[in-house]
């Protein structure tokens, strides 16, 4: 079956440091990729998305790539804040599965001033 | 901006008891979704309802829980006779359509004694 892979946490960076947080997925035919954000508290966000081969979904100073070749879309971002401390979550929607999305087991990453 | 609520944030239960957790999706939204998060593993979907029907249910999704929209406004999931394991953070989720991004609430965290 379908199934996401990402890097364990926790991820420490200092403010302004380069972000990347690795995820990669198995499942048939061409699935829709997705990072949600759990900030402390709150529900899960739609961070960015992307539905088909070489899309590049990007929010806030967040990009990924789907990478069909190596089955990945990792996420990155360049200088993260003090306020990007939260869970971050990679998804995969099958094609056929509704909205019926797999998630990898969650990253949390903490900034430090 | 709406946002899908969840009532209670925490329960904490015996086993054995019956539990019953509460969501008000988007109110123009069509399809509504249930996942659960035990602690330290990944979120897992459990079921997805569309037209006052279950569409998909996962193998966690067995005989003692049960959805339902009782008003038009609520989207309930109960446990009839919650186990030990059973102790997770449930999300709640809605989307307009099946094609497009869930919206997640903050969560329902449950504590099974």
């Known amino acids: 079956g379908d199934s996401v892979t990402q890097m364990e946490g926790p991820v420490t960076l200092s403010e302004e440091a380069f972000l990347t947080i690795n995820c990669t997925y198995t499942a048939t035919g061409y699935p829709s990729l997705f990072w949600y954000v759990q900030y402390p508290g709150e529900g899960l966000q739609l961070l960015l998305k992307?539905?088909?081969?070489?899309d590049k979904g990007s929010n806030k100073g967040f990009e990924a790539t789907y990478r069909k070749e190596t089955t990945s879309f990792h996420l990155e971002k360049g200088s993260v804040q003090v306020s990007d401390s939260a869970v971050y979550f990679c998804a995969l929607s099958g094609r056929n599965a509704g909205n019926m999305l797999t998630f990898g087991g969650g990253t949390r990453l903490m900034v430090k001033p | 901006e709406p946002e899908v609520t969840q009532t209670p944030s925490h329960q904490v239960t015996q086993m054995g008891q019956e539990v019953i957790l509460r969501c008000v999706p988007i109110s123009n939204h069509l399809y509504f979704y249930w996942y659960r998060q035990i602690l330290g593993q990944k979120v897992e979907f459990l079921v997805s309802?569309?037209?006052?029907?279950?569409?998909?249910k996962s193998e966690i999704f067995d005989d003692q829980f049960s959805v339902e929209r009782p008003d038009g406004s609520n989207f309930t999931l109960k446990i009839r006779s919650t186990k030990l394991e059973d102790s997770a953070m449930y999300f709640c989720?809605?989307?307009?359509?099946?094609?497009?991004?869930?919206?997640f609430g903050a969560g329902s965290r449950l504590t099974v004694l």
């Open positions: 989720a809605s989307s307009p359509s099946g094609a497009n991004v869930l919206t």
């Open positions: 309802f569309y037209n006052n029907e279950i569409s998909e």
């Open positions: 992307a539905t088909k081969a070489d």
